[in-house]
């Protein structure tokens, strides 16, 4: 069996997720981690068999690799992409695509020119229940979506810094705006507000996102990270009789709740969204499938769209999500 060359750039939490699962893969070979924090670099490549780089460019300037996995903070993305672009190494990148909007148009114009292969880290898509929920929900039948991520902070320095996370809409929020786009089809304008950030950082401590779609739907998103627990992440859609609910408590814990008259339906799944996601991607690679779910234009649009609200509540306007 031929086995894919791959290096991993980030030891993090998600990147820790990553790892696992791709040196589970038989038909995967983790050669290379990189870091800026050396010592973490080391740690994390002794548990795969791989050699430890201190830099993520350098990782891609020496070794010898099949694919890139990005799995970097907000204010990391761009050169990394640019670099993998200019190898023809084809990359998964984890959300957000960048802390900005025109970091990620300048990359998805090159991966256009390329044709490389890329894939997105919006998991959601990989879960069965989310493929449910999508199957039950026409577009063009929406009415209203209403969606939260209600949460604490994250302990990571960089996140409560506008500079280093984009704040919580950009960089936590965007999984629900994701599956709003899913279920409920594009959105033509945003307006939003928000609540100036506390003593720990620029964050705002709460925002709001009223969304119009092009079907004509409404929604609302709401996000905060004052919380000392996750309480409420996940979406609701109502459609004419019925109301689809998806939540999530963990990574691993996902359900989907479907209500009419008659009653209700409820699906729970414990599923590793991650490890699907890389198995997909890897497929690909291997010429075992035509395409991911999530490929970097897709990716694009829900970016834009969590760029346009966080715009919005920033400046106290409408914003139309770039297309």
Not at 134 to 148: D, N, R, Y
Not at 189 to 208: C, H, I, K, N
Not at 242 to 258: C, G, M, N
């Given at each position: 069996?031929?086995?894919?060359?791959?290096?991993?750039v980030?030891?993090?939490?998600?990147?820790?997720?990553?790892?696992?699962?791709?040196?589970?893969?038989?038909d995967?070979?983790v050669?290379?981690?990189?870091?800026?924090?050396r010592?973490?670099?080391?740690?994390?490549?002794?548990?795969?068999?791989?050699?430890?780089?201190?830099?993520?460019?350098?990782?891609?300037?020496?070794?010898?690799?099949?694919?890139?996995?990005?799995?970097?903070?907000?204010?990391?993305?761009?050169?990394?992409?640019?670099?993998?672009?200019?190898?023809?190494?084809?990359?998964?990148?984890?959300?957000?695509?960048?802390?900005?909007?025109?970091?990620a148009?300048a990359?998805?114009?090159?991966?256009?020119?390329?044709?490389l292969?890329?894939?997105?880290?919006?998991?959601?898509r990989?879960?069965?229940?989310?493929?449910?929920?999508?199957?039950t929900?026409?577009?063009?039948?929406?009415?209203?979506v209403?969606?939260?991520?209600?949460?604490?902070?994250?302990?990571?320095?960089?996140?409560?810094?506008?500079?280093?996370?984009?704040?919580?809409?950009?960089?936590?929020?965007?999984?629900?705006?994701?599956?709003?786009?899913?279920l409920?089809?594009?959105?033509?304008?945003?307006?939003?507000?928000?609540?100036?950030?506390?003593?720990?950082?620029?964050?705002?401590?709460?925002?709001?996102?009223?969304?119009?779609?092009?079907?004509?739907?409404?929604?609302?998103?709401?996000?905060?990270?004052?919380?000392?627990?996750?309480?409420?992440?996940?979406?609701?859609?109502?459609?004419?009789?019925?109301?689809?609910?998806l939540?999530?408590?963990?990574?691993?814990?996902?359900?989907?709740r479907?209500?009419?008259?008659?009653?209700?339906?409820?699906?729970?799944?414990?599923?590793?969204?991650?490890?699907?996601?890389?198995?997909?991607?890897?497929?690909?690679?291997?010429?075992?499938?035509?395409?991911?779910?999530?490929?970097?234009?897709?990716?694009?649009?829900?970016?834009?769209?969590a760029?346009?609200?966080?715009?919005?509540?920033?400046?106290?306007?409408?914003?139309?999500?770039?297309?």
């Amino acid at each position: 069996m031929s086995r894919l060359r791959v290096g991993v750039v980030g030891t993090g939490f998600i990147a820790g997720r990553h790892l696992a699962a791709l040196t589970a893969s038989p038909d995967v070979a983790v050669v290379a981690v990189a870091d800026p924090v050396r010592e973490r670099a080391e740690a994390a490549a002794a548990r795969c068999g791989a050699r430890a780089h201190g830099d993520g460019l350098a990782l891609l300037d020496t070794e010898e690799l099949d694919a890139v996995w990005l799995c970097v903070p907000p204010f990391a993305h761009g050169p990394l992409e640019a670099a993998a672009v200019a190898r023809g190494l084809p990359f998964f990148v984890e959300k957000p695509l960048a802390l900005d909007l025109a970091t990620a148009e300048a990359v998805a114009v090159e991966v256009a020119r390329t044709g490389l292969p890329t894939a997105v880290g919006y998991h959601w898509r990989h879960l069965g229940v989310v493929q449910r929920a999508a199957e039950t929900v026409p577009a063009g039948e929406v009415q209203l979506v209403t969606g939260s991520w209600l949460d604490r902070t994250p302990a990571a320095p960089w996140w409560v810094q506008r500079g280093g996370s984009g704040g919580q809409v950009v960089e936590q929020t965007t999984h629900v705006l994701d599956l709003a786009r899913l279920l409920a089809g594009e959105v033509d304008l945003v307006s939003a507000a928000e609540r100036p950030a506390g003593a720990d950082g620029e964050v705002p401590t709460a925002a709001v996102a009223l969304l119009h779609f092009a079907s004509g739907a409404v929604g609302s998103v709401s996000s905060t990270r004052v919380l000392g627990w996750r309480h409420a992440v996940g979406l609701q859609v109502v459609t004419e009789g019925r109301v689809v609910e998806l939540s999530e408590r963990s990574l691993t814990d996902h359900s989907l709740r479907v209500v009419t008259a008659d009653g209700e339906e409820v699906s729970r799944s414990d599923e590793d969204p991650v490890a699907a996601e890389d198995r997909a991607f890897v497929d690909v690679l291997l010429g075992r499938s035509a395409g991911v779910r999530v490929p970097y234009a897709e990716a694009l649009r829900t970016h834009a769209l969590a760029c346009a609200a966080d715009r919005a509540a920033r400046e106290g306007t409408s914003v139309r999500p770039a297309s």
